[in-house]
């Protein structure tokens, strides 16, 4: 018997819920920070009966209320800047939808193989970053003013590096950035959930590592935020045990910050996908119907384990020329996700797929 419905059918599959559990899921989150691009170059959206919309009212009616928006310093691109999120963060909330700053304190991709020092912020030393951390955190929340805020993208070992890189386990310096982060945020609005993200949502001893790593260092956070990709983060009894393990352990509550899976095996670009198996993850086919499946998975194990939601990663980053990659390069450079977004190749969402509570 598949997971999602064991829990469905009351059997024990999953760790009982940890006493922050909540009835259901109260982030049902997207992260459309390429969606400003790609409006730019004239894509189109449409929703599950083919009628041409706006691309934020299809997914809240597929019941996204969080919006995740990625914020670079100055990345060449001219996207994902301070600017363009301020506008996305305006136009989000004409919706009615919730908004996540994700930093990434970089001019480009922050993640567990590299987190650039941004170019303004180059020789600096950690007092100095300590300083940068908290202006651009303060102003960046000053002007968006976001409902939750992500200190670091994917930071498994640490963020500015080498300067806030975990050498030999010393959270020290790392701590001294987070901590900058947390209460530029906190100033902003005290209200502001402060998430701590991590990668690798499979390994129980990876989180316990790093969040013991930080909690130690007095570090204070709101929400445990991992991702999770059944490729390469296990089975989803694996992911019930971490989410289980992480709130008890640092009794806050944990959210998924990014999943994602293919709704077909077909690429619509010059480049590659990353994702390229017929059926990544226990069989279930690499089709709309076998998206649909896997993502109703994963929320059905988040609420079971008590955790407060789940955001997919990019669901509106379909093949438009122009709308690559590569911040230095993203005329060019193309789209290796495109197969993971819940819009098709001609914009039209999954009719499968749903955000529930």
């Given at each position: 018997?598949?997971?999602?419905?064991?829990?469905?059918?009351?059997?024990?599959?999953?760790?009982?819920?940890?006493?922050?559990?909540?009835?259901?899921?109260?982030?049902?989150?997207?992260?459309v920070s390429t969606l400003p691009r790609a409006l730019d170059l004239g894509a189109t959206?449409?929703?599950?009966?083919?009628?041409?919309?706006?691309?934020?009212?299809?997914?809240?009616?597929?019941?996204?209320?969080?919006?995740?928006?990625?914020?670079?310093?100055?990345?060449?691109?001219?996207?994902?800047?301070?600017?363009?999120?301020?506008?996305?963060?305006?136009?989000?909330?004409?919706?009615?939808?919730?908004?996540?700053?994700?930093?990434?304190?970089?001019?480009?991709?922050?993640?567990?193989?590299?987190?650039?020092?941004?170019?303004?912020?180059?020789?600096?030393?950690?007092?100095?970053?300590?300083?940068?951390?908290?202006?651009?955190?303060?102003?960046?929340?000053?002007?968006?003013?976001?409902?939750?805020?992500?200190?670091?993208?994917?930071?498994?070992?640490?963020?500015?590096?080498?300067?806030?890189?975990?050498?030999?386990?010393?959270?020290?310096?790392?701590?001294?950035?987070?901590?900058?982060?947390?209460?530029?945020?906190?100033?902003?609005?005290?209200?502001?959930?402060?998430?701590?993200?991590?990668?690798?949502?499979?390994?129980?001893?990876?989180?316990?590592?790093?969040?013991?790593?930080?909690?130690?260092?007095?570090?204070?956070?709101?929400?445990?935020?991992?991702?999770?990709?059944?490729?390469?983060?296990?089975?989803?009894?694996n992911l019930a045990s971490v989410l289980t393990d992480v709130q008890d352990r640092y009794?806050?509550?944990?959210?998924?910050?990014?999943?994602?899976?293919?709704?077909?095996?077909?690429?619509?670009?010059?480049?590659?996908?990353?994702?390229?198996?017929?059926?990544?993850?226990?069989?279930?086919?690499?089709?709309?119907?076998?998206?649909?499946?896997?993502?109703?998975?994963?929320?059905?194990?988040?609420?079971?384990?008590?955790?407060?939601?789940?955001?997919?990663?990019?669901?509106?980053?379909?093949?438009?020329?122009?709308?690559?990659?590569?911040?230095?390069?993203?005329?060019?450079?193309?789209?290796?996700?495109?197969?993971?977004?819940?819009?098709?190749?001609?914009g039209r969402i999954n009719p499968y797929i749903v955000w529930r509570r």
């Amino acid at each position: 018997m598949k997971l999602a419905a064991a829990i469905a059918a009351g059997l024990l599959l999953v760790p009982a819920a940890p006493a922050q559990a909540h009835s259901g899921l109260t982030m049902r989150g997207a992260d459309v920070s390429t969606l400003p691009r790609a409006l730019d170059l004239g894509a189109t959206f449409r929703d599950a009966r083919g009628h041409r919309a706006d691309p934020y009212e299809i997914l809240k009616k597929a019941g996204v209320n969080y919006v995740r928006l990625r914020i670079w310093n100055n990345p060449t691109s001219g996207y994902n800047n301070k600017a363009e999120v301020v506008a996305q963060a305006r136009e989000a909330r004409k919706h009615g939808l919730k908004v996540l700053i994700d930093f990434h304190y970089s001019d480009t991709w922050a993640d567990p193989g590299k987190q650039f020092i941004p170019a303004a912020w180059a020789g600096h030393d950690l007092a100095q970053l300590q300083k940068d951390v908290y202006d651009w955190t303060y102003d960046v929340c000053t002007a968006t003013r976001p409902d939750s805020v992500q200190i670091g993208n994917e930071i498994n070992t640490g963020m500015l590096w080498p300067v806030g890189q975990v050498t030999d386990s010393d959270f020290g310096p790392l701590a001294a950035l987070l901590k900058s982060g947390h209460d530029a945020a906190k100033a902003c609005s005290p209200r502001t959930q402060v998430m701590i993200h991590t990668a690798d949502a499979g390994s129980i001893g990876a989180a316990r590592w790093f969040y013991d790593g930080i909690a130690a260092q007095g570090v204070k956070w709101d929400v445990t935020a991992l991702s999770y990709y059944c490729m390469w983060h296990g089975d989803l009894t694996n992911l019930a045990s971490v989410l289980t393990d992480v709130q008890d352990r640092y009794g806050k509550p944990a959210v998924i910050a990014e999943t994602a899976y293919p709704y077909t095996t077909e690429n619509y670009d010059h480049l590659e996908n990353i994702i390229t198996s017929a059926a990544p993850c226990d069989g279930i086919p690499a089709s709309p119907r076998g998206q649909a499946t896997e993502f109703s998975q994963v929320q059905d194990v988040a609420r079971a384990s008590g955790a407060l939601g789940v955001f997919y990663w990019e669901p509106t980053w379909t093949a438009i020329d122009g709308n690559g990659w590569d911040t230095e390069d993203i005329e060019n450079s193309g789209n290796a996700w495109e197969n993971m977004a819940t819009f098709d190749d001609r914009g039209r969402i999954n009719p499968y797929i749903v955000w529930r509570r």
